[in-house]
C-alpha cells in the first residue's frame, strides 16, 4: 500500500520483512513479542500485507523449519525468539544453519530500557532486568554470520535491509537481530526507507584460465573422481555433476552425510558403496572436491599420487581451525556455477558422450530374506522404494542408518533429497516441515532415528505441522537406544568390557516413550511396526495420511545393534 503508514516500529518491521520478500515469521511469542503482536492483528485489519505468522512452541523447530524452508527455495525467512533464554534454545539447530550455510533472519527480544513510570514497553516485570544480561548475543556470536541490535526507530530500514542482504548473499547463513520492545513501540522513523538497493551477489564463477586448465586434466586423467556434499543443493548443479559424469568418464561419490542428492542413485558413475569410494580416492589421479567439508577421513583413507582441486565459496574454510586437507589447486567459485563451466569447457572441445569402458549401472542392493528376526534398515528402505514415487521429498536425519538410505535409497530427480549434515541432532522433524512448508502438494518423508525423534521435540514439530498446514511422514528406525554413541566406545576399546558385552553405558533406553502416542496426541496418526509383514502397508497408510493433509509418524523397530 503506496499511503502505509505504521503507528509504531513494530509495524514498520513487519511491513519491511514482507517488502524485502520474508513470507513466514515463525513465531515463539514473550512478553517482548507484545508490540509485534498487536501490530499483526493492526495491519491484518488495514489490509498492510505481512509475513504469515507461525506459532512454535519451541524455538528450535522454528529455526530448523525456516532452515528446511531455506533448503527448498533459497529465500530467508524469519524466526522471532524471546531474549537471552529463546535465544539459548535455539540451540543445536544454530549450528546447523551455520555448517549448512541456511540463509534465515533470527530477531531477538532484548530487555526493554525504559523503567520510570508510564514509559512505553518499559520494565514492568522481575524477569526484565534478569533476562538484562552482558552478552546476550555472545550465545549465537559464533554462528552468527552477522549480529545486529536495532536501538533507535531510525536504523529499522537500514538493518532490516542488510539482515536480508547477509543473510542470502556471499555464503548464505543466519543473521542475529535484537530489539527491545519499548523500541518496537516508539513512533516509526519519519520516511519508511528504501527497500531495494541490498543487492545480493551473484554466486562467483571460476576464471577462464583455471577452467581451462581443470578441463584438460579432466581429459588427460585416467581415473578421474569428483567429490561433493551439496553442489546438488541447486538443481543446476545437479545437472553439471550427472553432465560431467557423462562426458568425462568422472567416477562421484555424493557423500552419504550430505542429506543432499547430488547425481542420481542409478546412474553408472556414482560409487554407492563406502568401500568403493575408499578405493576410488585411493586409486585416482585426479580428484575435484566440490561444496564439501570433508572429502574423506583420513584414518581410514587418503589420496595416493592425485592431483587435487579444490572448489568452494570458500576453499580456506576459515571457520573450521584445524581443516588441513590436501589440495593442488584452489578455487573460490560457487561450485554449481564452475562445475558448468568445465562441461561447458568440454563441450566446446568437442566431448558428447562417456568414455568407452564405463562400467554399468550399478543393480539396486538386494533386500535381505525375511526372516523371523527383528526389521533391518535396509527392508525399511527397500519398503520405502515399494511405496515412493520419484517426486516425493525425502528428508533425511537417519545417522547410523544414513550410509544404508544413501546406498539403498533409490533417488533420481535433482531437489528430491534433504537433509542438513551437520552436528546439530534433531533437525529432520521440523526441517521437514519447513521443506513441506516450501512445496505444497508434494508428499513429504522424513527418515529418523529414534535419538533424533526425541531430539526433534516431537510434539513441538508435529504440531508446527499441523498449524502450519504442513503434513509431513515421519518414518522412526528405531533401535531403542543411541547406537552413534556406542559405536565409539567399541571403536576406542575394541577389547573392552563393552564392546565384548556389545552395550555401552548410557546408549539403551529402558523406557522408551510410544512414538505413535506421540504422535496421536499432536494431531496426527501414529502407528507402530514390529512385523515386517505390516511394514509396506503401514508406510502406505501414512502417506495417505499425508495426501489428506495429516502428519503420520511410523514407528519401525529395527535390529538392535
Request: charged share 20%; net charge negative.
Amino acid at each position: 500500500m503506496e499511503d502505509f503508514q505504521p503507528a509504531t516500529t513494530a509495524e514498520h518491521l513487519l511491513w519491511l520483512l514482507a517488502q524485502h520478500g520474508v513470507e513466514h515469521l515463525f513465531l515463539n511469542p514473550g512478553t517482548d513479542s507484545a508490540p509485534l503482536q498487536e501490530a499483526v492483528a493492526t495491519l491484518g485489519k488495514a489490509g498492510v500485507a505481512i509475513p504469515k505468522i507461525i506459532i512454535c512452541s519451541f524455538e528450535s523447530v522454528a529455526l530448523a523449519a525456516a532452515h528446511g524452508y531455506w533448503q527448498v527455495t533459497r529465500r530467508p525467512q524469519c524466526v522471532f525468539v524471546h531474549v537471552d533464554v529463546g535465544t539459548q534454545n535455539l540451540g543445536a539447530m544454530m549450528h546447523n544453519t551455520l555448517r549448512d550455510r541456511a540463509g534465515v533472519i533470527v530477531i531477538a527480544g532484548k530487555t526493554p530500557y525504559a523503567e520510570e513510570p508510564g514509559a512505553p514497553g518499559g520494565r514492568s516485570h522481575t524477569i526484565h532486568w534478569q533476562q538484562d544480561v552482558p552478552d546476550q548475543a555472545g550465545t549465537v556470536r559464533g554462528y552468527a554470520k552477522w549480529v545486529m541490535e536495532i536501538t533507535r526507530p531510525s536504523m529499522l530500514a537500514r538493518a532490516i535491509g542488510r539482515a536480508v542482504q547477509v543473510a542470502t548473499g556471499g555464503q548464505p547463513g543466519p543473521a542475529y537481530l535484537m530489539v527491545s520492545r519499548d523500541v518496537l513501540m516508539d513512533p516509526p522513523a519519519s520516511e519508511l526507507g528504501r527497500t531495494s538497493g541490498y543487492a545480493v551477489p551473484r554466486p562467483p564463477a571460476a576464471d577462464a584460465e583455471t577452467v581451462r586448465w581443470i578441463a584438460e586434466r579432466l581429459v588427460e586423467a585416467e581415473r578421474p573422481l569428483l567429490i561433493t556434499a551439496k553442489v546438488g543443493r541447486r538443481p543446476e548443479g545437479f545437472l553439471a555433476v550427472t553432465r560431467l559424469a557423462d562426458l568425462a568418464g568422472v567416477r562421484v561419490i555424493d557423500l552419504a552425510e550430505s542429506g543432499c542428492l547430488n547425481i542420481s542413485t542409478s546412474h553408472p558413475m556414482n560409487l554407492l558403496s563406502a568401500a568403493d569410494g575408499q578405493r576410488a580416492v585411493e586409486e585416482a589421479d585426479l580428484i575435484i572436491v566440490v561444496d564439501t567439508d570433508v572429502p574423506w577421513i583420513p584414518r581410514f583413507t587418503q589420496p595416493r599420487n592425485a592431483t587435487i582441486v579444490h572448489i568452494d565459496a570458500d576453499p580456506l574454510k576459515i571457520d573450521m581451525p584445524m581443516w588441513t586437507f590436501p589440495a593442488d589447486v584452489a578455487v573460490t567459485a560457487d561450485g554449481a556455477t564452475a562445475l558448468g563451466q568445465i562441461v561447458e569447457r568440454l563441450e566446446e572441445a568437442g566431448h558428447t558422450a562417456r568414455p568407452e569402458g564405463t562400467p554399468e549401472a550399478p543393480a539396486p542392493a538386494p533386500a535381505p530374506a525375511a526372516a523371523d528376526g527383528p526389521i533391518t534398515a535396509h527392508e525399511v528402505v527397500t519398503a520405502l522404494n515399494e511405496v515412493l514415487r520419484e517426486e516425493d521429498l525425502v528428508v533425511e536425519e537417519a545417522v547410523t542408518s544414513a550410509r544404508v538410505l544413501h546406498e539403498v535409497l533409490h533417488r533420481t530427480q535433482p531437489a528430491t533429497m534433504y537433509g542438513t549434515g551437520t552436528p546439530g541432532l534433531g533437525w529432520g522433524l521440523a526441517g521437514a516441515v519447513g521443506v513441506s512448508l516450501a512445496s505444497p502438494g508434494r508428499r513429504v518423508v522424513s527418515v529418523v532415528g529414534d535419538g533424533s525423534f526425541m531430539f526433534g521435540v516431537p510434539t513441538a514439530a508435529l504440531c508446527l505441522a499441523a498449524e502450519a498446514d504442513a503434513p509431513i511422514m515421519v518414518v522412526v528406525l528405531n533401535n531403542d537406544g543411541y547406537r552413534a554413541s556406542r559405536l565409539p566406545v567399541f571403536e576406542l576399546f575394541p577389547q573392552g568390557l563393552s564392546a565384548g558385552r556389545g552395550d555401552a553405558e548410557g546408549t539403551r533406553f529402558s523406557a522408551p516413550p510410544d512414538f505413535a502416542a506421540v504422535a496421536r496426541a499432536c494431531h496426527a496418526d501414529g502407528e507402530t511396526v514390529t512385523d515386517r509383514a505390516d511394514l509396506v502397508p503401514a508406510l502406505q497408510r501414512g502417506l495417505r495420511s499425508v495426501e489428506s493433509g495429516r502428519s503420520a509418524v511410523v514407528d519401525v523397530h529395527i535390529i538392535r545393534d
